[in-house]
């Protein structure tokens, strides 16, 4: 397969991906609660530094101060597929790093331990099982995402160049993703930790597009909507105020 069919083949599987995070196959929710978001992303403690890395420890203390309501089942699928990704993005990194040895890969793969780390708080406090937690690098239990990852490696696997195209994929993938499960929740503390992951992959995307021009290649965004990816590319890393006073 050339480089396009193998772009095009890579574009369909992310599509599929969207419609699951989006709820468009229409999973039942068991709550009759209303899932409008009631608090925005400046309203909630962002623990992001500007790689990316989140401050485990702050979240842990600000998700445990939280009461543990009910979850519709929505809500639960959003959580164990998102572990799940943000666990892609890390064994992607890990395997583009071994080939290439270039410091981005280590750095972001790094990074994605405490994305992945994140999540997991949510799993232990709503009693959920792990996906990820026997699970080896490149192993998962979502067939999309299993599919996803070996096609990625794949194409990582050619160029430096596709690579760092890979990387900014993945982050994209994250972003629409979360900005979907966002939209089915109105838990605090979900919500919380799902806006400083996207925070986290804002700022991994300009890591890699900058390495990318850095070697004189333009990125074009695969995922996102071209206005919405030069808003976050024309701006610079962000830095989260940590907990503001929050308990």
């Known amino acids: 397969m050339d480089m396009r069919g193998l772009y095009a083949l890579f574009v369909a599987v992310i599509l599929v991906l969207g419609v699951m995070a989006s709820g468009c196959i229409g999973a039942e929710e068991t709550s009759t609660t209303s899932t409008e978001s009631p608090v925005s992303a400046n309203t909630v403690p962002l623990?992001?530094?500007?790689?990316?890395?989140?401050?485990?420890?702050?979240?842990?203390?600000?998700?445990?101060?939280?009461?543990?309501?009910?979850?519709?089942?929505?809500?639960?699928?959003?959580?164990?597929?998102?572990?799940?990704?943000?666990?892609?993005?890390?064994?992607?990194?890990?395997?583009?790093?071994?080939?290439?040895?270039?410091?981005?890969?280590?750095?972001?793969?790094?990074?994605?331990?405490?994305?992945?780390?994140?999540?997991?708080?949510?799993?232990?406090?709503?009693?959920?099982?792990?996906?990820?937690?026997?699970?080896?690098?490149?192993?998962?239990?979502?067939?999309?995402?299993?599919?996803?990852?070996?096609?990625?490696?794949?194409?990582?696997?050619?160029?430096?160049?596709?690579?760092?195209?890979?990387?900014?994929?993945?982050?994209?993938?994250?972003?629409?993703?979360?900005?979907?499960?966002?939209?089915?929740?109105?838990?605090?503390?979900?919500?919380?930790?799902y806006e400083n992951l996207m925070m986290g992959s804002r700022n991994h995307l300009r890591a890699f597009v900058g390495q990318l021009e850095n070697r004189g290649v333009t990125y074009e965004p695969q995922i996102l909507p071209k206005d919405e990816y030069e808003l976050i590319i024309n701006s610079p890393m962000e830095t989260g105020g940590g907990m503001g006073g929050k308990p």
């Open 47 to 193: 623990v992001a530094d500007s790689n990316g890395d989140l401050n485990t420890n702050d979240l842990q203390s600000y998700v445990d101060s939280l009461p543990a309501e009910p979850l519709t089942d929505v809500e639960k699928e959003g959580l164990l597929f998102m572990v799940e990704e943000e666990k892609l993005a890390h064994d992607v990194y890990t395997k583009l790093y071994e080939k290439w040895g270039l410091q981005i890969f280590s750095n972001i793969a790094r990074s994605e331990t405490t994305h992945v780390e994140s999540v997991r708080l949510l799993l232990r406090k709503y009693n959920l099982t792990d996906p990820t937690e026997n699970a080896g690098i490149g192993e998962f239990q979502n067939k999309e995402l299993q599919a996803l990852y070996d096609q990625l490696i794949e194409m990582g696997m050619k160029s430096e160049i596709d690579a760092l195209k890979v990387g900014a994929i993945i982050e994209e993938t994250d972003i629409r993703d979360l900005q979907g499960w966002l939209a089915q929740t109105n838990k605090i503390d979900i919500i919380t930790v």
